[in-house]
T-cell receptor, first 110, second 115 residues
Framework: DAKTTQPNSMESNEEEPVHLPCNHS???????IHWYRQLPSQGPEYVIH???SNVNNRMASLAIAEDRKSSTLILHRATLRDAAVYYC???????????FGTGTRLTIIP | DTGVSQDPRHKITKRGQNVTFRCDPI?????LYWYRQTLGQGPEFLTY????????KSRLLSDRFSAERPKGSFSTLEIQRTEQGDSAMYLC?????????????FGPGTRLTVL
């Protein structure tokens, strides 16, 4: 399975944008990039996913590099409720399981 | 809001005892997954069902672990002869779509402590 690399932790000020990076240099042409986050004492929750083009939804934006070897999850205006561990995961056809790494722990500073 | 529910939320047991956890997925979801999460780590895949068929099992799922999903609805995960290394959060998730599109919806987890 292709692997992802994320910083262990990041901090951001409340109400400012947050850019969470993910490297996936061995990504295959059919791997999708998924992001999940896990708030304290909760199960993970889906954030966003994409293949090649940048994606936007109500929670976040996903910017994918042209060579697809890296991506960035963008939270446009961080709130205290966005404090969580963010996981970047690659998925593919026929592979139903999510392979989580250790993720990035995001701390929001009031 | 009928999300994924898990029961119990917490379980404390003594080494050597058997424990069973239950997961109720979102009603129309045909895929159900079990994961295990230890402190400071991301969740690790254990097994997955499509309807009542168990289609994949991780090597982490030793012969002391068994999972069922009778009638393709709720699922149970049983651990026999628990060991202290089994202490973890056990997470259940369900999905309607297929990989790589299907979003997995996770329950709150069952925290197991083996004394």
């Amino acid at each position: 399975d292709a692997k992802t690399t994320q910083p262990n932790s990041m901090e951001s000020n409340e109400e400012e944008p947050v850019h969470l990076p993910c490297n996936h240099s061995t990504i295959s042409g059919t791997d999708y990039i998924h992001w999940y986050r896990q708030l304290p004492s909760q199960g993970p929750e889906y954030v966003i996913h994409g293949l090649t083009s940048n994606v936007n939804n109500r929670m976040a934006s996903l910017a994918i590099a042209e060579d697809r070897k890296s991506s960035t999850l963008i939270l446009h205006r961080a709130t205290l409720r966005d404090a969580a561990v963010y996981y970047c995961i690659l998925t593919n056809f026929g592979n139903e399981k999510l392979t989580f790494g250790t993720g990035t722990r995001l701390t929001i500073i009031p | 809001d009928t999300g994924v529910s898990q029961d119990p939320r917490h379980k404390i047991t003594k080494r050597g005892q058997n424990v069973t956890f239950r997961c109720d997925p979102i009603s129309e979801h045909n895929r159900l997954y079990w994961y295990r999460q230890t402190l400071g780590q991301g969740p690790e895949f254990l097994t997955y069902f499509q309807n009542e068929a168990q289609l994949e099992k991780s090597r982490l799922l030793s012969d002391r672990f068994s999972a069922e999903r009778p009638k393709g609805s709720f699922s149970t995960l049983e651990i026999q002869r628990t060991e202290q290394g089994d202490s973890a959060m056990y997470l259940c998730a369900s999905s309607q779509g297929t990989a790589p599109y299907g979003e997995q919806f996770f329950g709150p987890g069952t925290r197991l402590t083996v004394l």
